[in-house]
């Protein structure tokens, strides 16, 4: 079946605005991760659900950052008062469960630029 | 808290020269270990993994071993190929493997020239 996607693969956005990135994880797999990956770096983790719920939510920087993912498939990011710093690629990743043992399947990411 | 170090590249090399890229991690407990790839215009993928000291993990001719006492997991390739240009990056799972998320190096990117 389809892979993990994410839209928009672009956004640009003024500095201040709020900004919303979604994530469609592979069917059936309950777990999802959100990651960022800043230029010549690797991917941070920000966030975890199982299900509905928000499992970890320790790597979001700050409170302008939050998940959801109502209905235990779709998850959207949300960003708040965008600042230039917010600038990476965010990353989307699922699994079957969640747990070291289960393999996470990346999403092609979302390139956010903030101006 | 839980970290991965990497081998600075970039590297290149010429087609079936050995690779070797460095990884070397900080970690409370029994992490397991992966190497992911991403191939230019695409998305990460796993490469390998390694979950407990001393298993080997291998795919597509890279192999990588979990040292526990020297907190390593080398990637190794016997004869690099064109088609294996690519950054790697090399992750760990925390304690127990309840939460799974990945904390990565920052990177390795691999040029193989013909």
């Known amino acids: 079946g389809a892979g993990v996607s994410q839209t928009p693969s672009n956004k640009v956005t003024e500095k201040g605005k709020y900004v919303e990135l979604r994530c469609d994880p592979i069917s059936g797999h309950t777990a999802l991760y959100w990651y960022r990956q800043s230029l010549g770096q690797g991917p941070e983790f920000l966030i975890y659900f199982q299900g509905t719920g928000a499992a970890d939510d320790s790597g979001l920087p700050n409170d302008r950052f939050f998940a959801v993912r109502p209905e235990g498939s779709v998850s959207t990011l949300k960003i708040q008062r965008t600042e230039r710093g917010d600038s990476a690629v965010y990353l989307c990743?699922?699994?079957?469960?969640?747990?070291?043992?289960?393999?996470?399947?990346f999403g092609p990411g979302t390139r956010l630029t903030v101006l | 808290g839980d970290s991965v170090t990497q081998m600075e590249g970039p590297v290149t090399l010429s087609e079936e020269a050995f690779l070797t890229i460095n990884c070397t991690y900080t970690?409370?407990?029994?992490?397991?270990l992966f190497w992911y790839v991403q191939y230019p215009g695409e998305g990460l993928q796993l490469l390998l993994k390694a979950t407990k000291a001393d298993d080997k993990g291998s795919n597509k001719g890279f192999e990588a071993t979990y040292r526990k006492e020297t907190t390593s997991f080398h990637l190794e390739k016997g004869s690099v190929q064109v088609s294996d240009s690519a950054v790697y990056f090399c992750a760990l799972s925390g304690y127990g493997g309840s939460q799974g998320n990945l904390i990565f190096g920052k990177g390795t990117k691999l040029s193989v020239k013909p």
């Open positions: 970690a409370t407990g029994y992490p397991s």
């Open positions: 990743a699922s699994s079957l469960v969640a747990g070291a043992f289960n393999e996470q399947f």
